[in-house]
Nanobody, 120 residues
């Protein structure tokens, strides 16, 4: 069981920046990968950024060069620094914990989400 708590969302102007935080209830080294997803109204949830327990980072092509994922293992926390935000990136951003394969099932957990609104 992993509980995830997101924070840091809010209203920002186009071109602005926000930093999202995700605090996990367990050591992030016991989690295969931590990631951020987002879902805009009427659209499918999409992967934004991910970091594995080994530190490998993966980004959606649309955010490369603008977003940075990082972690603080002492605080069991993963961050997403977002820069040069665009209005079309308005969405609910969700933290995800990918536990990998547990037995015959792939197990993952989700936070409740934090709203990011990019508007002037």
């Amino acid at each position: 069981q992993v509980q995830l708590a997101e924070s840091g969302g809010g209203l920002v102007q186009p071109g602005g920046s926000l930093r999202l935080s995700c605090a996990a209830s367990r050591s992030i080294f016991s989690i295969n990968a931590m990631g951020w997803y987002r879902q805009a109204p009427g659209k499918e949830r999409e992967l934004v950024a991910q970091i594995t327990s080994g530190g490998y980072k993966n980004y959606a092509n649309s955010v490369k060069g603008r977003f940075t994922i990082s972690r603080d293992s002492a605080e069991n926390t993963v961050y997403l620094q977002m820069s040069s935000l665009k209005p079309e990136e308005t969405a609910v951003y969700y933290c995800n914990a990918d536990m990998g394969w547990v037995g015959a099932k792939k197990l993952h957990y989700w936070g409740q989400g934090t709203q990011v609104t990019v508007s002037s």
